[in-house]
Nanobody
Framework: QVQLVESGGGLVQPGGSLRLSCVAS????????MAWYRQAPGKQRELVAN???????NYADSVKGRFTISRDNAENTVYLQMNSLKSDDSAVYYC??????????????WGQGTQVTVSS
């Protein structure tokens, strides 16, 4: 069974940093596109960053230059390093695994989310 478990969220002051982690199990990690999404109250869930299996990472304009997505295929883990955090970054952050670029029927899976609150 596919399972994604996020960790690393918490309370941080504006300008601070956090590093989120997502550990995947139940899949061949290197074959799956991994991504981070976030959702703030009253807003749509938005893509923050993704790490395709065979290409360079992509970032939302709002986080470009501040956030870095990386993955360790040997450890089945994807990270999101968040620097220079702003209040607008406050949201629940979700890890996503999407296998459809390899096999259309694999679908995608979501973690439970981890809360990030940026406040002074």
């Amino acid at each position: 069974q596919v399972q994604l478990v996020e960790s690393g969220g918490g309370l941080v002051q504006p300008g601070g940093s956090l590093r989120l982690s997502c550990v995947a199990s139940g899949l061949v990690f290197s074959l799956w596109d991994m991504a981070w999404y976030r959702q703030a109250p009253g807003k749509q869930r938005e893509l923050v960053a993704n790490s395709p299996t065979g290409d360079s990472p992509n970032y939302a304009d709002s986080v470009k230059g501040r956030f870095t997505i990386s993955r360790d295929n040997a450890e089945n883990t994807v990270y999101l390093q968040m620097n220079s955090l702003k209040s607008d970054d406050s949201a629940v952050y979700y890890c996503n695994a999407d296998g459809r670029s390899k096999v259309a029927t694999w679908g995608d899976f979501w973690g439970q989310g981890t809360q990030v609150t940026v406040s002074s």
